[in-house]
């Protein structure tokens, strides 16, 4: 991407940022972008077209921060949990720092799906090679990486409004707590899990065994 380009697409998601798409103009982009309307025109036709633009930056920015632990020389249980943390910290941040945009990230379906669908499509591979270096590893008994990581991915889909709009912190649950009992949840379920001598363990004792 050219760095006219890139300065076009900041500025716009700063003005939608601030001020929201629809109260945005395509003179006031030109206008901080500093250069001029001709240009902005040269490489976007509509204020849709650089909003589209906009989503996707974004949505690399999520891609790029968690694609980076693939290449960690880490345990594949430990990568996972690194994963799920940086993912939602990351989406959480990415929409958070947008302000007035993040209203669109909720209501705006049909043009999210573009952006959503490539997010989606680079999260199930991330999750599959994770899971399968923990089979290789003999640390994950999985019949089926594909489906434990679609599993995975949309209970992390599911977390994502509530971590964005705070409701976890309004329930008083303290963040280090929350994410342990994702952590739980993901690699032990709610079943109460055998303990070496007898007693039933729990999966807050096993996790931190574990861990």
Do not use: C
């Amino acid at each position: 991407m050219s760095n006219t380009k890139a300065e076009l697409i900041e500025a716009a998601r700063k003005l939608f940022a601030s001020k929201g798409v629809d109260s945005t103009t395509m003179n006031e982009i030109a206008e901080l972008s500093g250069k001029g309307r001709r240009t902005l025109y040269t490489y976007f036709k509509s204020k849709t077209e650089i909003y589209m633009a906009v989503l996707e930056q974004e949505t690399n920015h999520i891609i790029e921060h968690t694609e980076e632990i693939l290449n960690l020389q880490i345990p594949a249980d430990e990568k996972l949990k690194l994963y799920i943390l940086v993912r939602l910290d990351t989406v959480k941040e990415t929409v958070v720092r947008n302000g007035s945009l993040k209203a669109a990230f909720f209501r705006d379906v049909v043009k999210l799906e573009h952006a959503r669908r490539k997010l989606d499509t680079r999260e199930l591979s991330f999750l599959r090679s994770i899971l399968q270096q923990g089979i290789d590893e003999g640390t994950f008994d999985i019949d089926n990486a594909s489906v434990v990581a679609v599993t995975i991915h949309y209970a992390l889909r599911g977390l994502d409004i509530p971590n964005i709009r705070g409701q976890f912190t309004a329930l008083g649950v303290p963040t280090s707590r929350l994410r342990q009992s994702i952590f739980n949840m993901i690699f032990y379920g709610i079943v109460r899990q055998p303990h070496p001598g007898g007693r039933s363990k729990s999966n807050e004792e096993w996790g931190e065994s574990k861990g």
